[in-house]
């Protein structure tokens, strides 16, 4: 067993555990492996143990990395998506966790048309109100989810909190993201399973406030070194 093997079942055990501690069932929360700025090398070795969701920020690396890897891996573009990367997402991600305003969710709307993909949205909403934060702010976020995509399934939200957030503001800022949801769901009568929220310095606090989907790097492959 190589290292990050073993890092990613050391990482799937605390998920699984911080699950059960809030009297969660560990299978309603998906583990995101977030692959950036990592070989594809590294990517293999999870494979290899089992992993299949990966997340990518950059979509140079997701082009790169895609075509060469097993064709079953479920990419995720997680990080900022430009408009004139749109339709490269389409083409390699069946899941964006980063759609951020209502003009980017149309321009996906119509490529993923032209493309033949229905691929799986989370809107991004900055709950924190950063202006370092790529998110829509909450108006914004719920004029998108009632927009009616033809093409797109809107699946849930995405959030981040401030890097510097202690745990009672991780807390309310992902107990905030999963209160505008189920309100968002009761009011228009919308399907929004997931909750995409928590990483590796947070993952148990998001999980308790009723994450779905954890994006956990640095806990798996190691520090990124970004030469």
């Given at each position: 067993m190589t290292q990050i093997q073993r890092q990613l079942q050391e990482v799937r055990e605390?998920?699984?555990?911080?699950?059960?501690?809030?009297?969660?069932?560990?299978?309603?929360?998906?583990l995101i492996a977030v692959s950036k700025t990592f070989p594809v090398e590294d990517i293999a070795a999870a494979y290899a143990a089992g992993q299949r969701a990966f997340g990518e920020n950059k979509?140079?690396?997701?082009?790169?990395?895609?075509?060469?890897?097993p064709p079953d891996i479920e990419w995720h573009m997680i990080g900022h998506l430009q408009s004139n990367k749109s339709a490269k997402a389409l083409e390699y991600a069946s899941w964006i966790h980063s759609v951020n305003s209502l003009k980017l969710l149309q321009r996906l709307d119509r490529q993923a048309g032209e493309l033949g993909k229905s691929p799986n949205i989370l809107i991004e909403v900055n709950i924190a109100g950063e202006a370092s934060k790529s998110g829509a702010s909450v108006e914004e976020a719920g004029e998108m989810i009632c927009s009616n995509p033809?093409?797109?399934?809107?699946?849930g939200l995405m959030t981040m909190p401030p890097f510097d957030a202690d745990e009672a503001e991780q807390r309310r800022i992902f107990g905030k993201l999963r209160e505008l949801r189920d309100c968002w769901a009761e009011r228009y009568g919308l399907e929004l399973p997931e909750l995409s929220m928590g990483m590796s310095g947070d993952f148990a606090v998001a999980i308790a406030e009723g994450s779905t989907m954890v994006r956990i790097g640095t806990a798996i492959f190691g520090r990124r070194d970004y030469v």
């Open positions: 605390s998920v699984h555990g911080a699950a059960l501690a809030v009297g969660r069932d560990p299978a309603a929360v998906r979509i140079q690396e997701l082009e790169a990395k895609a075509p060469v890897l033809a093409h797109l399934r809107i699946a």
